[in-house]
């Protein structure tokens, strides 16, 4: 048995170019449909859930990718078939030519579906409640801003959108600004970066404040504005160029830190001296391309705002901390007519962003479109002890919770834990 066995003719082996080909068209098809549409309640249909305006957004960026992908899949499918029935070599290197071009676009799409996938997924994690309290915090700083303006201006939707990526600082993207992670295609909503470790001490969590800030000048045709009223302002009180060129570029950075306190009061100042208050060389060094003020005279800017919103006392305690922290001469890299300037550069740009009127603005200044009064901090004080009893803060907005908390924190009214557990408790119910 085993000799016929031996002596049994071999099966013909499978003509392996037409299988090949077949795959080609197979693999490009399957990917093509694998790169869908987002379902508006994939991720959830809870409160903390992506909003079906973010959802929307996504999907259309998404289908204007897939215009070029579908076509380039098309084009690969329509040389498979050629192929199969003439296998000459040009035919088939059309077919690797359509192929690598549609797998380019496959991992171009890919890339933004994974982008957008990991962010709402999160949503499903056990941090979903905290990032929809920063979702609700920055909308309660655009809705504040948009009430209060002097003229009407078309509503920017969607509203911020909150994520965690630990082991960054906090960052944001920007509104219809052209991302690299989106092979540089137009951001459809503001993005608020967030590590983990801010998320953890919602004390910290100025830095919502600040993001949003970003958002909001150039929602509110600030962009340029502000900017060209500084160098005037500056070139008109004598501030020679090379110093003026400094705070221009520094002009975003300022701008988010002023706006921030307008938003949440005292303890964004608080806040903003956890950030900066560094080792003594790192607060001195300079950089010549940093947007960031140098760390060592970043304070002064929001304490100099701080007296003039009616806070004199907070203003005059944040200012000697400040000066014990870092006595003397400081040193460092900062250019000296930068540093020798600055008590005479400080107040100009605080009035010239905050303090003067802007035709965008309806007329208003920024400081009246976004007041914080001695009276928003009494509400903020009494919210901090209800928060430390874990009690309802009552009507307070969003963005006050924040001052709230770190008001809780420094008086000691209850442990961070329970101030925490408490302040995301309430957002997360609102």
């Not at 068209?25 to 508006?40: I, K």
């Not at 928003?376 to 874990?390: N, P, T, W």
Request: hydrophobic letters at 45%.
């Amino acid at each position: 048995m085993s000799a016929a066995v031996a002596t049994r003719p071999a099966a013909a082996a499978p003509a392996l170019l037409p299988g090949w080909l077949a795959t080609q068209a197979v693999n490009v098809e399957r990917h093509l449909a694998a790169l869908r549409p987002f379902g508006e309640e994939e991720f959830g249909a809870g409160p903390g859930a992506p909003s079906a305006g973010h959802v929307r957004e996504v999907n259309r960026l998404m289908a204007e990718l897939r215009e070029t992908l579908t076509t380039e899949t098309r084009a690969a499918v329509e040389a498979v078939r050629a192929a199969s029935g003439d296998p000459a070599t040009p035919a088939l290197h059309r077919v690797l030519r359509h192929k690598e071009r549609a797998h380019l676009w496959v991992r171009a799409v890919e890339r933004v579906w994974d982008f957008y996938f990991e962010l709402f997924g999160q949503r499903q994690s056990q941090v979903a409640d905290r990032l929809l309290a920063c979702d609700r915090i920055a909308l309660d700083c655009y809705q504040t801003a948009y009430v209060n303006l002097g003229t009407a201006r078309s509503i920017p939707a969607p509203a911020p959108f909150s994520y965690m990526r630990t082991g960054f600082s906090p960052a944001t993207f920007r509104r219809n600004i052209p991302l690299r992670r989106l092979g540089s295609r137009l951001n459809p909503f503001p993005l608020i970066q967030l590590p983990y470790h801010r998320l953890v001490n919602p004390w910290t969590l100025g830095a919502v404040l600040h993001e949003v800030s970003h958002n909001l000048q150039n929602d509110l045709g600030l962009a340029r504005a502000v900017p060209e009223r500084l160098s005037r302002v500056l070139a008109e009180a004598g501030v020679p160029d090379s110093v003026r060129h400094v705070w221009l570029r520094w002009h975003r950075e300022t701008f988010a830190d002023l706006c921030a306190l307008l938003l949440g009061g005292p303890a964004v100042v608080a806040s903003l001296l956890d950030v900066v208050g560094r080792a003594p060389d790192t607060v001195v060094a300079y950089s010549r391309t940093g947007p960031h003020p140098t760390p060592y005279l970043r304070p002064g800017l929001s304490i100099d705002l701080l007296r003039r919103m009616g806070f004199g006392a907070q203003a005059g305690h944040y200012s000697r901390l400040w000066a014990r922290l870092y006595p003397g001469d400081p040193g460092g890299s900062i250019p000296p007519a930068v540093l020798r300037s600055a008590p005479k550069v400080v107040p100009l740009v605080v009035e010239a962003m905050c303090l003067t009127p802007y035709p965008s603005l309806g007329g208003r200044r920024l400081a009246e479109v976004l007041r914080f009064a001695p009276k928003e901090q009494a509400m903020v004080d009494e919210a901090a002890q209800r928060l430390a009893r874990g009690t309802d803060p009552g009507v307070v907005p969003e963005r006050f919770l924040i001052g709230a908390a770190r008001s809780a924190l420094d008086r000691g009214l209850a442990p961070p834990g329970r101030i925490t557990t408490a302040f995301y408790r309430q957002l997360a119910r609102r």
